[in-house]
């Protein structure tokens, strides 16, 4: 008898290791992927967010990446599920794929980027940034292309290597000492480097983009197709995430500090990550509207080409 509930112990343990999924779930170190960097630290401590929610047989694996194109690229190697991204690397992936690889799944934040400029500047109004030389966070990321859509809209001529105004794609560690040094008149980039200019480097909002999508949640289509019931827990748990969020800002912000400093090695001042805060909407939401705005910009801005068609973009698992 002993044999025999020893052997059926045994087979139900292979049924279980056999029946175990792991989700590959990405994210940037950043205060504008807060769901993701929140979550990570939960699942840290053992107290994962995600996996309470998708049940004992699933396993999360965090990766996080510095730029939205890798993340892309991870997914079209079938490296990596479902990830927390900004919206131009999304559409990018979305377009090269002609909709067949990416799906947006939920909201995650929209605002929290702005150009700013030396609080001694005497750049008052749009025309005032004829020949200057402007920072952005990467060649064709979120804030690269608004801020050449925006100056096109001004009346600029904008190239890649020049044009009315220099745009100089910086990494946002590398800002803050070009714009100190006189190496570019203005940056326009997201959180938390908006609030480190500000405090480091005296600068002050000359624009603050409101109106636009910081991070998404993105899935590969394949991942949707094949785990459909765990997507769906995937999105519910981001809306619940998020609303946790916008209810407990303290908490909220003393995981995410916790967990930037493991990921990044890096102390961000408490004060500074609630200024930053103020500047983020944390949302679930994914809005038509400005993901039309996005594809707008991309075109102005000479990154989106050919069939510009969204129908497919949001999939509501």
Same mark, same amino acid.
């Given at each position: 008898?002993?044999?025999?509930?020893?052997?059926?112990?045994?087979?139900?343990?292979?049924?279980?290791?056999?029946?175990?999924?792991?989700?590959?779930?990405?994210?940037?170190?950043?205060?504008?992927?807060?769901?993701?960097?929140?979550?990570?630290?939960?699942?840290?401590?053992?107290?994962?967010?995600?996996?309470?929610?998708?049940?004992?047989?699933?396993?999360?694996?965090?990766?996080?990446?510095?730029?939205?194109?890798?993340?892309?690229?991870?997914?079209?190697?079938?490296?990596?599920?479902?990830?927390?991204?900004?919206?131009?690397?999304?559409?990018? /992936?979305?377009? %090269?794929? =002609? +909709?067949?690889? *990416?799906?947006?799944?939920? &909201?995650? !934040?929209?605002?929290?980027?702005?150009?700013?400029?030396?609080?001694?500047?005497?750049?008052?109004?749009?025309?005032?940034?004829?020949?200057?030389?402007?920072?952005?966070?990467?060649?064709?990321?979120?804030?690269?292309?608004?801020?050449? /859509?925006?100056? %096109?809209? =001004? +009346?600029?001529? *904008?190239?890649?290597?020049? &044009?009315? !105004?220099?745009?100089?794609?910086?990494?946002?560690?590398?800002?803050?000492?070009?714009?100190?040094?006189?190496?570019?008149?203005?940056?326009?980039?997201?959180?938390?480097?908006?609030?480190?200019?500000?405090?480091?480097?005296?600068?002050?909002?000359?624009?603050?983009?409101?109106?636009?999508?910081?991070?998404?949640?993105?899935?590969?289509?394949?991942?949707?197709?094949?785990?459909?019931?765990?997507?769906?827990?995937?999105?519910?748990?981001?809306?619940?995430?998020?609303?946790?969020?916008?209810?407990?800002?303290?908490?909220?912000?003393?995981?995410?500090?916790?967990?930037?400093?493991?990921?990044?090695?890096?102390?961000?001042?408490?004060?500074?990550?609630?200024?930053?805060?103020?500047?983020?909407?944390?949302?679930?939401?994914?809005?038509?509207?400005?993901?039309?705005?996005?594809?707008?910009?991309?075109?102005?801005?000479?990154?989106?080409?050919?069939?510009?068609?969204?129908?497919?973009?949001?999939?509501?698992?």
């Amino acid at each position: 008898m002993t044999a025999i509930v020893g052997i059926l112990f045994l087979c139900a343990s292979f049924i279980s290791a056999e029946e175990k999924t792991t989700i590959r779930f990405g994210h940037f170190p950043n205060i504008t992927h807060a769901q993701g960097v929140i979550a990570h630290a939960l699942s840290r401590q053992a107290k994962g967010w995600f996996e309470k929610r998708l049940g004992p047989n699933v396993e999360i694996q965090w990766f996080t990446y510095n730029a939205g194109p890798s993340a892309m690229e991870a997914i079209f190697a079938r490296s990596l599920d479902v990830t927390y991204v900004g919206p131009s690397p999304a559409l990018n /992936a979305y377009f %090269k794929s =002609n +909709g067949e690889e *990416i799906r947006v799944i939920s &909201g995650a !934040a929209n605002a929290g980027a702005a150009l700013v400029v030396k609080a001694d500047s005497p750049i008052k109004t749009p025309a005032d940034f004829r020949g200057k030389k402007i920072a952005t966070p990467q060649l064709g990321n979120t804030q690269d292309i608004s801020c050449r /859509a925006w100056l %096109k809209a =001004n +009346g600029f001529k *904008i190239t890649l290597t020049g &044009g009315d !105004a220099l745009v100089i794609p910086t990494a946002n560690p590398d800002q803050l000492g070009l714009f100190q040094r006189g190496g570019v008149d203005a940056v326009w980039t997201v959180e938390p480097w908006v609030t480190r200019l500000e405090r480091d480097a005296k600068a002050r909002v000359f624009l603050e983009d409101k109106d636009t999508i910081t991070t998404w949640l993105v899935s590969s289509v394949k991942f949707l197709r094949d785990r459909r019931d765990l997507a769906k827990k995937i999105a519910d748990a981001n809306m619940e995430l998020t609303k946790w969020i916008q209810q407990n800002e303290a908490e909220a912000q003393k995981l995410l500090i916790e967990e930037l400093k493991a990921e990044t090695r890096a102390d961000f001042p408490p004060d500074a990550v609630a200024q930053a805060w103020k500047r983020i909407q944390f949302t679930s939401e994914v809005s038509r509207d400005l993901i039309a705005k996005s594809v707008r910009d991309g075109k102005e801005a000479g990154f989106l080409k050919g069939s510009t068609d969204t129908s497919k973009l949001i999939e509501t698992p």
